[in-house]
């Protein structure tokens, strides 16, 4: 079955720091970029980060850039996004999906997501 699985969600205060995961079961992990996605209550669902599957290369959106870090481990099938310096307006259910690569093109990730994970919530307190 497959399965994508994050965990590492919760309260924080702003400032504060937390690393979420996101546990790949199921397909051939290797095969495929891991993208990290969010979802504010009201707004639209956005890409923020995707690391590629060939060379591990990131891509960051600019609202997440030099604050986020998005790293994997293939030996655990598992995708990391380390958040730091979190702003409450990082609050949304956050959300891992695998794609075949990074498409990430003038500020924006496209593609077509074959698997997505359930979602965590990330609440960041003022």
């Known amino acids: 079955e497959v399965q994508l699985v994050e965990s590492g969600g919760g309260l924080v205060q702003a400032g504060g720091s937390l690393r979420l995961s996101c546990a790949a079961h199921g397909f051939t992990f290797d095969d495929y970029a891991i993208g990290w996605f969010r979802e504010a209550p009201g707004k639209e669902r956005e890409g923020i980060s995707c690391i590629s599957n060939n060379d591990g290369s990131p891509y960051y959106h600019d609202s997440v850039k030099g604050r986020f870090t998005i790293s994997r481990d293939n030996a655990k099938n598992t995708v990391y996004l380390q958040m730091n310096s979190l702003k409450p307006e990082d609050t949304a259910v956050y959300y891992c999906?695998?794609?075949?690569?990074?498409?990430?093109?003038?500020?924006?990730?496209?593609?077509?997501?074959?698997?997505w994970g359930q979602g965590t919530q990330v609440t960041v307190s003022s």
């Open positions: 999906a695998a794609d075949r690569a990074c498409t990430f093109y003038a500020g924006t990730f496209y593609g077509f997501y074959d698997y």
